[in-house]
């Protein structure tokens, strides 16, 4: 069956990995016709984050606001100022980030694009948010705390929170869910995660999936491993019992 030339393109965490996200973009592409999607989390942890925000912002790609880039203006703009605040944005990959700046100043060029990332995209039949959402709160009543950060409550829902719209995430490496190994996608009750792990080094996948299509790009970040498959061949149907199960067990 021959592709679909006009495309949605929806690329998973990247934190801070630019040559491994131009190997990714020169494999899938884009085209003038094709729409771009980033699930949020350009930064922290990889070596050049400040290339990959020029890279999206520069092209116009379309980015959610990922728990990283939500700490990073929580402190450099005032909302949290605590040394225990500021330790862990470092602890979490900030000083990568930091580094990538020449003189380690992050312009307000780049920070006020920042502030303007959504925190969730509605694209009819497919709904783009970088975590998840609350389950047991209508969508008026999430806040970025559930977009950015939700895990197992989210995860362990036993049907889908739309009935019409499938949801695509990242925030949570794949293979954190049980059964799901380095590289394979991880799918749940109206959810699907494309986190696959880019600075992880269990994993190093960085991925991009074309909802268009169905098919998965991927590219390693160690060894530079670039492969193509269809969406099925790639991906893995969690078991949501187990990650309740789970989240009982830290919450007991």
Known sequence: MSEISQRRIVIGDVHGHYEGLMTLMEAIAPGSDDQVYFLGDLIDRGPKSAQVIDFVKNNNYACLLGNHEQMLLSILTGSQTSSSAMQAWLYGGGQATIASYEDAHIPDEHL????????????????????????????????????????????????????????????????????????????????????????????????????????????????????????????????????????HKQRA
């Open 112 to 247: 006020d694009w920042l502030k303007t990332l959504p925190l969730y995209i509605d694209l009819g039949d497919i709904w783009l948010t970088h975590a998840g959402l609350d389950p047991e709160l209508s969508l008026a009543e999430q806040t970025a705390e559930q977009f950015c950060w939700i895990r197992d409550e989210f995860h362990s829902i036993s049907q889908p929170y739309f009935c019409d719209k499938l949801i695509i995430i990242g925030h949570t490496i794949t293979f954190t869910f049980p059964g799901v190994t380095p590289g394979k996608l991880a799918q749940g009750q109206g959810w699907l995660d494309i986190d696959t792990g880019a600075y992880h080094p269990r994993s190093g996948w960085l991925t991009g999936l074309d909802t268009t299509n169905n098919l998965i790009y991927q590219v390693n970040m160690f060894n530079n491993c670039l492969r193509t498959l269809p969406l099925a061949e790639g991906v893995v149907m969690v078991d949501t019992y187990k990650i309740a199960a789970r989240r």
